[in-house]
Each structure stands twice: as C-alpha cells, then as structure tokens.
C-alpha cells in the first residue's frame, strides 16, 4: 500500500498554516503543523516527515536555525521556505545549505502546493518502495557514453552545415564552466525520478519509456540567444544548464521563464574533442520545475 507524503507546515501565523495545510491535502499529501521550530524539531524527532516548509521569522526557534538542523540529519526531509524576508543574501546562504526552493510571501496556495508535489518528486524515497512490476536495468555506462556520442555526432552534423549562419549570433561567446554541483544533484534526481515513473498498472509507461531511451542526460552550460524565425538576434544572452539531448531536441533549465519562439545555442561537447555546437531550437515548452523552469526545443534547420 502506497502512502502519501508526510508535510510539516511550520510557521507562526495560524492563518497561513491553515490555508497552507488546505492545499496541500486537496493535492493528496499528508500534513501536520507547528507554530514554531522548536515545536517543529519535537515532532520531527517523534515521527518522519518527507518535507518541510517552513516560514524563517518566529518565536522560539528562527526557521534558519531549524533548516540547519533539518539539513544536518542523516537522511534529511526536503526543505522549503515560505518567508516575507526579501534579503538576497539569506536567500542563497539557504539555497547553498541545501534549501530547495525559497519562496516571498504572499503567494498562491494552490501554486505552492504544486511546487511541493514537485519537490517530493524529485527526491529520492526515504524508505523502499513497494514491490511493483520487475525494474528496468540501468544502462552500463559505457552504452550511455557511446548513446551521447551518438547524439553529438547529429549535432557535430548541424553545426558543420548551419553553424556559420550563426557567427554574428555568437560573436561575444565565452567559455562556460560546467553547471554548479547543486544544478548537477537536481537533473540527477530528475532523471531517477522519470525512470522510476509508474503507470496505473505499477509499471513503466510505454510511450514515457521509449522517450527516454531516445536521451541523454546532460551536465553542461551553454549560451542561449533568442533569435526570430531568420535566425537573426533579438535579444540579449543568457546561460541556462542542459538537462538531456537526444537527436531531435533537448530539455534545458533556467531560472527564468522565456517567452522567445526560436533559441539558439552554442555548447562544448563532451563526447567529441574540441567540438562547439552551434545549434538552433523551436522552443516547444516552458513549465515551472520549482526552483527552475524546464524549457524543451526541438532542433530545426535553416530556410
């Protein structure tokens, strides 16, 4: 028998610990609440929890005191903040601590009730699932890399046919490092949790299954430059992790949500030595995937 998640909702304000605990159970998780960290800390000694939301200013225990504690265990919940502090400075001390997303007051019960699910989502399974249909075996690594190569071979392809249309496009290109390790932790963990997605039955979806086999999971940073239909810039550029790429398209996370029809991309290869890709994408999608937006391009060619 599957369980629902366990929340504790902590903050001071009964209100919002009302309107919080309202909507996550019409999301289906199973919550509880305390007025304060020290309260929070006594029920989390007596029972798990999956998650934690917590608010930062309150009485007995300030929430920051009580992320530390949560983050220092050794099987930790998933952390969230709900506060009103608006100091950017704490808010990537906590991001950097392990805090998965930090949320301004106020905000949409129904909103933050969905980037809830989505954290517990993503995070691993604090104890071992039921038994289901027989598991999928992973991938020696040595078939992932030749898969990835395989791929970049259709890109080193594109960029050697169209890549010169785009030498205007990416005239101030710099080298990127790689992603940052916490960037890294988050698309792995997607990952698991796309190939360990159920269906009704208990097991993998057909069509989700044949899709990803199709991709490759990615750690890189690459240069996005919105572009028209011509491929000519029109906007200012930015940096956004790839999160997999697969022969047609790839998936890509970035901070922000984009509302440009038309990116084009340059990435080193990690297959292929020396190779820079110079690749343009139909943007198919932009979805929140809290703290990020998952944006999905298809690759297209030129006129």
């Given at each position: 028998m599957v369980t629902a998640p366990r929340v504790l909702v902590v903050d001071d304000e009964p209100q919002v610990r009302e309107l919080t605990l309202r909507a996550l159970a019409a999301a289906g998780l199973a919550c509880d609440d305390a007025e304060n960290g020290a309260i929070a800390l006594e029920k989390l000694r007596a029972n798990p929890f999956d998650a934690v939301?917590?608010?930062?200013?309150m009485p007995e225990r300030h929430g920051h005191a009580l992320c530390n504690d949560l983050l220092a265990q050794p099987t930790p919940p998933q952390v969230m903040v709900l506060t009103a502090l608006t100091d950017a400075r704490l808010v990537r001390d906590l991001m950097g601590r392990g805090v998965y997303d930090v949320l301004q007051k106020p905000v949409r019960y129904d909103v933050l009730a969905q980037k809830v699910v989505a954290m517990l989502k993503c995070a691993r399974p604090r104890t071992a699932p039921a038994p289901a249909a027989k598991p999928v075996a992973a991938k020696p690594a040595a078939m992932k890399t030749n898969f990835l190569k395989k791929v970049e071979t259709t890109l080193q392809?594109?960029?050697?046919?169209?890549?010169?249309?785009?030498?205007?496009?990416?005239?101030?290109?710099?080298?990127?490092?790689?992603?940052?390790?916490?960037?890294?932790?988050?698309?792995r963990r997607l990952a698991e949790a796309e190939a360990s997605m159920p269906d009704q039955n208990g097991g993998l979806i057909p069509t989700h299954e044949a899709r990803r086999k199709e991709r490759?999971?990615?750690f890189t940073t690459a240069v996005a430059v919105p572009v028209d239909r011509h491929w000519n810039r029109v906007c200012e550029p930015f940096k956004l992790a790839i999160r997999d790429v697969s022969e047609s398209g790839l998936r890509m996370l970035h901070t922000?949500?984009?509302?440009?029809?038309?990116?084009?991309?340059?990435?080193?290869?990690?297959?292929?030595?020396?190779?820079?890709f110079r690749v343009v994408c139909k943007v198919m999608r932009c979805q929140p995937c809290s703290p990020f937006y998952d944006i999905g391009g298809m690759f297209v060619m030129a006129d």
């Open positions: 939301l917590t608010d930062l200013r392809e594109l960029t050697e046919l169209f890549g010169e249309r785009l030498d205007d496009v990416f005239d101030d290109y710099v080298e990127l490092p790689d992603p940052p390790k916490a960037v890294r932790e988050f698309i490759a999971t990615c922000r949500a984009t509302n440009a029809k038309f990116v084009a991309l340059t990435w080193r290869a990690t297959q292929l030595p020396s190779m820079q």
